[in-house]
């Protein structure tokens, strides 16, 4: 037994000084290396492992020496540190986008929207249809649409009348599926020409105008067949930001951003004040990986400007896809 708990001390130790040098290089996670930035997204799991770690490091430590205390405390600080990134995704901090209840807005003045990533691969529609009958929401839009995927989804433009599509084979093809009209329409390309993000005009039932921003950027790896932001910046959010600036309504953007955020919607986007995470001092609502119970972060995001309101946030069920669809219900109050 006594043997036991040395060899578990010394991998608690080991664990101490893994998570430490990762948390100490996750914090500079805003440069050109891929591996600093990958190290920003499992942050959640960085914080249990250290909080763990620590409960195991005081029940084994014995004896205390000056290096104990350094191991407890730097445990600690991991969690400290992490800790700092995923605390706007919990109740402790304030909401961004105010909640009001469904029965006080008009429906005239709600607009509900559902995201899904299909994962390209994926060749079974029939979860995804089933889904969409069920939420039935005002906006669809999918990402990582090919032609098989279109066909599939072909149906639903007898529910959906404005519709636009922008298939691809290199995963990265989107589709937007509107029950409101779309007076306009734009597909962008903001940091790659495989990689297209929309930009719609919506009208809802009173006549009102939003915009609404689809967008799917790169994520910060490097694949063999898929397009990745090798020697070039991953601006696309900064891009996306300016077009908020200059905004003639009301905003939403919406998509798999291929961040985690944080809650730094400032930070990723460069609108100062403008944009708000509907998620923030609500939940994770971890997107990716629906494959993988013990690797899942936040990838798919909403975010508004301050003309909304959020009446229903939901992670739905699993599709068949390696991302959880994301349905949200808004609120939107005056617009200009």
């Not at 040098?21 to 990958?38: A, H």
């Not at 909640?99 to 994926?122: D, F, K, R, W």
């Not at 798999?256 to 923030?280: F, H, K, P, Q």
């Not at 798919?300 to 669809?325: A, C, K, N, Y």
């Amino acid at each position: 037994m006594k043997k036991l708990r040395k060899v578990l001390y010394v991998i608690v130790c080991v664990v101490a000084v893994i998570l430490a040098v990762i948390t100490i290089l996750s914090v500079l996670r805003d440069t050109d290396s891929r591996f600093l930035k990958m190290l920003d997204y499992p942050r959640i799991q960085f914080f249990i492992a250290s909080a763990v770690g620590l409960i195991l490091f005081l029940l084994l430590a014995k004896g205390w020496q000056w290096f104990d205390y350094a191991f407890a405390l730097a445990l600690f600080g991991v969690m400290v540190v992490q800790g700092r990134y995923i605390v706007n995704y919990t109740p402790l901090v304030s909401e961004s986008v105010p909640s009001v209840a469904s029965g006080t807005v008009p429906s005239e003045q709600q607009i509900s929207i559902l995201l899904t990533n299909v994962m390209m691969t994926n060749r079974d529609a029939q979860p995804l249809v089933d889904l969409l009958q069920s939420e039935k929401p005002d906006i669809i839009i999918a990402m990582e649409v090919d032609d098989w995927w279109e066909n599939q989804l072909e149906p639903l433009q007898e529910d959906y009348p404005y519709t636009q599509e922008t298939s691809n084979s290199v995963a990265y093809g989107m589709a937007l599926y509107s029950k409101y009209p779309l007076p306009d329409f734009s597909v962008n390309y903001l940091n790659n020409r495989k990689v297209p993000s929309y930009k719609s005009t919506l009208q809802l039932k009173n006549g009102k105008r939003l915009t609404l921003y689809s967008v799917h950027p790169v994520p910060p790896t490097r694949y063999e067949d898929l397009p990745d932001n090798e020697n070039s910046e991953e601006v696309a959010m900064i891009k996306l930001g300016q077009k908020i600036k200059n905004r003639d309504y009301p905003v939403i953007v919406a998509g798999d951003i291929n961040d985690v955020s944080w809650g730094a919607t400032e930070e990723l986007t460069n609108t100062r004040g403008l944009l708000r995470d509907v998620r923030v001092g609500r939940g994770f609502y971890n997107s990716y990986n629906a494959n993988n119970v013990f690797m899942r972060w936040p990838l798919d995001h909403v975010f508004v400007t301050e003309e909304f309101q959020l009446m229903e946030l939901e992670r739905l069920s699993d599709i068949g896809s390696d991302h959880f669809p994301i349905y949200v219900k808004l609120s939107i109050g005056e617009t200009r």
